[in-house]
């Protein structure tokens, strides 16, 4: 005749107001109604003492509340009439909730908890992950330290391919993220990973991209039970297999770019670890707005022409290529790639920098005429092929109407630099100089050029009067025509730009000629 549902657990002698079992309280006292178990008696057969075993689900929902049986004085039942008869049939005399019995004998839990299961889902919401471990008995929450957490890619340890959580990063647009558990205690926790962290997972090849590279340890410091018994562990030799394995299927985002005028880079800001070698710069445009109106170029890069260093940051090997600035030569440069995980830095050839300056986009300037709105004209697109992340997911492109603007922006302050005299031609009275970077056409002054036989000026040399300019559109070359006098000074000198090359050089003056941005 036993029926266990009769039974109720309640924290003090007095709950409620004498409400027979299965009516509730009404003054905050904790209390919890059995649902099912099994029993036996002390001895064969009907007996005076019976022995129960709460089902599973009871105990577990009994530990998630800290008031409850915890001690022997936190521990009283109320009993049912309905609960068990006698040999005569007679139902059990009621315990009510107002005369709750307490517990002659309370044993304490002692045992330790221990992991039965963990999921690890890389595709989840909002491109975060979620780790969710079962446990074998209900585990207190607030006690989770998920830095005693290692994710590795075997069940022996090898630290190159194994990542331990923390408990909060920094995204890096400036967003905290935090790990986060569920708030409630049970048999399982689920975690949030951090940004930070989930990227630190995505940038080691060999871990958790599949179910069988995908294994978990963790000290006895990472939970306890709801008596304050540690978990027990899982030694990082003998790592714990993860049972449902989800894979990223999401696209990656660029959240942000930074351009940097001065030094010709671009900071490219995903929102997940991307693979660095499929990075094709040849599909980002540079344009003036989210729809491109008066100036757009596409990059043009090295693709995929990449080198590699020994180390780079966080000891991961790092491509690279030539850096912006290394040579004269216009055609050099490339790609630099560093960073870590979501964080690409890529230094724009010459030609690429060049050109961005040239056009009316980009631009921070100090020229009269000229309009400077540094970050307001600076917009990217790209298609899908720009990069994929560590799943090889491609991108998610941005489309002309779609392009996204420049978060920080640094204005160009360098200074242009003569770089070659082109052409000195007496016949046709051409110059030609090829500057370093684009000039501005309008800021150029003549009277501040001289012609001179040597290097040194320590023979002939002519000052310009004036003279009248060929190009009519500002950039890196800047062809001029001598004056009728200029040319004719110039030939009055013997030694002055006569057959021999070597005889003829051109000096300026820091205020000759001023780049886009107004820099001299």
């Known amino acids: 005749t036993f029926d266990p549902t009769g039974i109720t657990l309640q924290e003090t002698a007095v709950a409620g107001s ?64 309905h609960t068990i008869a006698d040999m005569a049939s007679n139902a059990v005399v009621t315990v009510y909730s ?66 331990q959580l923390s408990t909060g990063g920094q995204h890096a647009v400036g967003t905290q993220h935090v790990t986060t558990h569920t708030l409630l205690n049970t048999t399982y926790i689920t975690v949030t990973l951090t ?33 304050g018994v540690p978990i027990r562990a899982v030694a990082s030799g003998t790592a714990q297999a993860v049972r449902v394995y989800v894979a990223d299927t999401t696209s990656p985002e660029l959240l942000s770019f930074d351009v940097d005028m001065n030094v010709g880079t671009l900071t490219l800001t995903f929102d997940e670890t991307v693979n660095r070698t499929t990075l094709q710069i040849p599909q980002f445009t540079l344009q003036d707005n989210s729809q491109a109106e008066n100036a757009s170029h596409a990059l043009n890069g090295v693709g995929n022409a990449l080198t590699e260093i020994t180390v780079g940051l966080n000891g991961v090997d790092v491509p690279h290529g030539v850096l912006y600035g290394g040579a004269s030569d216009e055609t050099t440069g490339g790609l630099g790639v560093f960073g870590f995980g979501n964080i690409i830095v890529v230094t724009l050839t010459v030609e690429d920098l060049n050109e961005v300056k040239r056009l009316t986009m980009c631009t921070g300037t100090t020229l009269s005429g000229r309009q400077s709105r540094g970050a307001a004209d600076c917009f990217v697109r790209y298609t899908a092929a720009a990069v994929r992340d560590m799943a090889s997911i491609s991108i998610q492109a941005r489309p002309d109407g779609a392009a996204l603007g420049a978060l920080r922006y640094i204005p160009d302050t360098t200074p242009p630099q003569l770089q070659n005299v082109m052409t000195v031609n007496m016949s046709s009275l051409e110059v030609e100089l090829h500057f370093d970077e684009p000039v501005a056409l309008e800021t150029f002054n003549f009277s501040l050029v001289r012609v001179e036989e040597t290097q040194t000026n320590s023979g002939q040399s002519v000052n310009l009067t004036g003279g009248s300019l060929v190009s009519s559109v500002s950039g890196t070359d800047l062809v001029f025509t001598l004056s009728f006098e200029d040319s004719n000074e110039i030939k009055l000198n013997v030694n002055l730009c006569r057959r021999e090359r070597f005889r003829c050089w051109i000096r300026i003056d820091s205020e000759t000629v001023r780049d886009i941005s107004g820099n001299v």
């Open 195 to 227: 940004v930070i962290d989930l990227n630190r997972i995505k940038e080691i090849d060999t871990l958790c991209t599949s179910s069988s590279d995908c294994f978990i340890s963790f000290g006895s410091g990472m939970l306890t039970d709801m008596n």
């Open 18 to 81: 004498g409400f027979e079992s299965g009516s509730g309280s009404d003054d905050g006292v904790a209390e919890y109604q059995l649902t099912g178990g099994l029993f036996s008696t002390a001895a064969a057969g009907d007996s005076t003492i019976i022995t129960m075993t709460p089902l599973k689900r009871d105990m577990d929902n009994i530990k998630r509340d800290a008031a409850l049986a915890v001690s022997q004085s936190s521990t009283w039942l109320r009993m049912a009439s």
């Open 98 to 163: 107002n005369n709750a019995m307490n517990a002659a004998v309370f044993v304490a839990d002692a045992t330790a908890p221990e992991l039965v299961l963990f999921d690890l889902d890389l595709n989840a919401a909002d491109n975060t992950a979620l780790l969710m471990m079962s446990f074998t008995e209900t585990v207190n929450e607030n006690t989770l330290d998920v830095t005693e957490i290692t994710l590795q890619d075997g069940s022996v340890l090898v630290a190159a391919g194994s990542v």
